[in-house]
């Protein structure tokens, strides 16, 4: 992918959008998001040649100030690469809070909206942003973040491919696609297949299964009372991580559901960025 990024002049809140460059495989729209600079990207996939798209998300008006890493947040079940760009909700804001604080680059892909459950389509795409993002912004560390769907996607990708992944902080996902039994119907759409049509991709892409792979700082929030994303499988992998005496942090609420607070989301980004030091 050439994803290059040519700054426009700066938009005044309430403007709209503006396409600032079109390409043969690329095309970027601008706009202002909460007085942040945001462009919304367009691209052809390498693995299929269809348009997939990601949102950047500035720390401040000016496109050109710098900036010190990438955040990438991957979003839910049913929703798309604009959920931590624009919900209210408590993940959301912690995540654009931080890395606005944090001057960091807030990427927020489709990754396959809207049931993606980081399926092979979804990797090839990831893969090829953070590739692209590496070469046009000159950054080394990238780092993950998502909740529910997106915390499942962030823990595949982790183990799959820890050489892309600085830290990875999963909310309220699972680590176990194996054992998983809900959003069945996406999943296998996503995945090629039913867990008995296709067991390896279930297995490949299941953490818990290949915990020796994540070898980056990784937080995890769970709710004691999650029905929709049960925690069982990411506690055990905590505990695995834990074992092997990996940068891990465990935020588990006993009264929690299938939610996370914006001071556990903050904790929880804080330490996979800045993790305590022997």
């Not at 010190?68 to 209210?88: K, N, T, V």
């Not at 529910?148 to 830290?167: E, K, N, Q, R, W």
């Not at 005496?245 to 939610?259: F, I, K, N, S």
Request: with cysteine; charged share 20%.
């Amino acid at each position: 992918m050439v994803c290059a990024f040519v700054l426009a002049p700066l938009l005044f809140c309430g403007a709209p959008a503006a396409a600032i460059e079109e390409g043969e495989d690329h095309a970027v729209t601008a706009s202002l998001e909460g007085g942040r600079y945001v462009e919304d990207i367009a691209f052809v996939a390498r693995c299929d040649g269809t348009t997939q798209r990601y949102v950047c998300m500035y720390p401040g008006a000016n496109p050109s100030e710098a900036y010190d890493g990438i955040l990438i947040a991957l979003h839910g079940h049913g929703s798309d690469r604009w959920q931590f760009i624009r919900d209210g909700r408590d993940e959301c804001r912690a995540v654009r809070d931080v890395a606005a604080k944090r001057r960091l680059l807030l990427v927020s892909p489709d990754y396959r909206a809207k049931t993606s459950w980081m399926g092979p389509a979804a990797e090839a795409d990831l893969v090829q942003i953070i590739e692209g993002l590496k070469a046009s912004h000159d950054l080394e560390k990238v780092y993950l973040c998502g909740g529910s769907m997106g915390g499942t996607a962030v823990l595949i990708f982790a183990a799959l491919h820890p050489d892309l992944t600085a830290g990875a902080a999963s909310m309220n996902g699972t680590a176990n696609l194996v054992e998983y039994d809900q959003f069945q119907d996406a999943i296998a759409a996503s995945y090629g297949g039913s867990k008995c049509e296709v067991p390896e991709e279930y297995k490949k892409r299941s953490p818990e299964l290949h915990a020796e792979r994540v070898t980056m700082p990784v937080a995890v929030t769970a709710g004691a009372l999650d029905e929709v994303v049960p925690a069982a499988s990411v506690l055990r992998l905590a505990a695995h991580l834990e074992q092997m005496e990996r940068a891990v942090l465990l935020v588990y609420d006993e009264a929690g559901g299938h939610q996370t607070c914006y001071k556990d989301a903050v904790r929880s980004l804080t330490f996979i960025l800045a993790p305590p030091q022997d």
